[in-house]
């Protein structure tokens, strides 16, 4: 058979295989929040605007009389709320199949196709777990922070925290930030990884790199400008208090915590203590506390604090069943999940009605908009494949949720 044939007959096959539901399964299986948040496909136009109340009306007084009825009225004021301008953050994933390959399996459909959809799986794979990282990051695409750096030869970096080696990958290109993010100090390839060590090596050097100094996927910040990825949880809900530094259009400065969340510094603090204390705070606002989200490793602190008072809630053999403890807490009874995507020093306490995340099309989908998934290189031999996003994390009620520095 022909590659001309072949790849006719590929990209029929590849639209039934690369459904939207076999996407989901493909992106979303090793990250629970991903997968749990609630999704609309429904992002058309400029942006997608909704509100947020923070006060009432406060012409309310219990003083009697005549002189009482003035007083509520001399009190009244308006609602108070904002109209939050949500806008989409857009992620591609670009990959070639070289031209030897299709000569070599053309007389083997199925060979063929398994070498395509390999590449294609891998590909949708990792713009998931990019998808992932974003959705618990905090708007700045920010892996890890530089321990130590060696010029080299070879260039070694050490981050400070090891368990962040799980963003990095050989052949990914990063670029390193100062600590501000005020400069790019230059972009290089990852061309090993020692995880235990925690390091990375790049494949030259990158000058001005100090300790503290940030690493970031290529791409996803611009200096001066500010994130180019979703708005994670950690960017709704911030381990600081919010400035008056527009977020959506917004200044949250006017109720920090009704419009920026909770947040608790418990580097003094049990897990399950903090916990509950910052649940107290959300349940005084309505919340219904029903996933709290946390690395594995504080995960397991947490299992074995509880010890025998946990109630464990296996995953099972479900798609996407995820291992998880239940928690009573003030503002309910929640499951606590382990999620490799959420950093080490911050517990998230959600109340999930409030979380959602918009976006164009499946998410992520293969690019087709002229009927084809597979496309000819225009400067090589060989054919391309894109997937790609266009979504947005946004938070109905901040205020609802919490967010605990360990």
């Known amino acids: ?23 989901a399964q493909l992106t979303q299986r090793n990250h ?28 309310v007084t219990s003083q009697p009389n005549a002189a009482g009825f003035v007083a509520a009225q001399n009190a009244d004021s308006v609602h108070k709320g904002v109209q939050w301008a949500l806008d989409r953050s857009r992620k591609i994933s670009y990959h070639t199949v070289e031209g030897e390959l299709l000569m070599a399996t053309a007389d083997n459909e199925g060979s063929f196709i398994r070498a395509i959809t390999y590449a294609i799986d891998s590909v949708l794979e990792e713009h998931g777990n990019k998808l992932a990282f974003d959705l618990a990051g905090d708007g700045t695409g920010k892996l890890a922070e530089v321990s130590t750096y060696a010029a080299g ?17 050989v052949g990914q290109t990063i670029g390193v930030y100062d600590t501000t993010l005020a400069t790019l100090r230059g972009t290089k390839d990852i061309t090993a990884v020692n995880r235990g060590a925690g390091t990375i090596t790049l494949s030259a050097a990158v000058a001005g790199t100090v300790a503290t100094d940030l690493l970031i996927n290529v791409g996803d910040y611009t200096a ?55 649940c107290a705070e959300q ?28 109630e464990r809630m296996p995953g099972g053999g479900a798609v996407f069943g995820f291992d998880a403890i239940r928690v009573a807490t003030p503002a309910g009874t929640a499951l606590a999940v ?3 995507s959420f950093p080490e020093n911050r517990v998230y306490c959600t109340d999930m009605r409030s979380i959602f995340m918009k976006h164009l099309g499946s998410l992520p989908h293969m690019a087709e908009d002229d009927g084809r998934q597979l496309m000819r290189v225009t400067d090589d031999d060989g054919i391309e494949f894109r997937a790609r996003s266009f979504s947005q994390l946004g938070v109905s009620h901040p205020g609802r949720n919490g967010v605990i520095t360990l």
């Open 1 to 23: 058979m022909a590659v001309t044939d072949t790849v006719a007959a590929a990209t029929y096959i590849l639209k039934r295989k690369y459904m939207p539901g076999k996407i």
């Open 32 to 59: 629970p929040f991903y997968n749990q948040v609630r999704k609309d496909p429904r992002f058309t136009g400029e942006d997608m605007r909704f509100v947020t109340k923070y006060a009432n009306p406060q012409g």
């Open 153 to 169: 030869p070879p260039v070694v970096i050490t981050v400070t925290d090891a368990k962040d080696m799980y963003k990095f990958s």
């Open 224 to 278: 001066g400008t500010g994130g180019n990825v979703i708005s994670g949880i950690g960017a709704w809900v911030p381990a600081t208090a919010p400035t008056s530094t527009a977020f959506f259009g917004i200044d949250r400065t006017a109720d920090t915590e009704l419009l920026g969340g909770h947040r608790l510094a418990a580097t003094a603090m049990d897990l399950d203590e903090a916990i509950l204390d910052i």
């Open 283 to 310: 349940a005084k606002w309505g919340a219904r506390v029903d996933r709290i989200w946390m690395s594995p490793t504080n995960w397991n602190t947490l299992v074995a604090k509880l010890d025998q008072k946990v």
């Open 338 to 340: 382990p999620d490799p």
